[in-house]
C-alpha cells in the first residue's frame, strides 16, 4: 500500500522524482568515494541521503 502511494506521487511528478533520486545517489557516491572528496565527506555523504529519505516520506505522505 506505501509502496504503491509513492509510486504513483513520483510517476506524476516526474521532476521531484528526479531530484529526489540524484540527491540520493550523490550522497551514496560521496560516501563510496570518500577518500577522493575533501572535508567530512561522511557528514556530506548523510545528509545528502538523509534529505532524500526525507524525500521519499514527503512522497508517501502526499501521494494518493
Same mark, same amino acid.
Do not use: D, Q
Given at each position: 500500500? !506505501? ?10 511528478h516526474?521532476?521531484?522524482? #528526479? !531530484?529526489?533520486?540524484?540527491? $540520493?545517489g !550523490? $550522497?551514496? $557516491?560521496?560516501?563510496?568515494? #570518500? ?16 534529505? #532524500?529519505?526525507? $524525500?521519499h !516520506? ?7
Open positions: 500500500m !506505501l509502496y504503491k502511494k509513492a509510486t504513483n506521487y513520483f510517476k506524476n516526474p521532476e521531484y522524482n #528526479s !531530484l529526489v533520486h540524484a540527491i $540520493g !550523490l $550522497g551514496a $557516491g560521496i560516501l563510496i568515494a #570518500s577518500p577522493i572528496i575533501g572535508t567530512h565527506p561522511v557528514r556530506w555523504g548523510l545528509g545528502l541521503l538523509g534529505i #532524500s529519505i526525507l $524525500g !516520506l514527503y512522497a508517501l505522505m502526499k501521494g494518493k
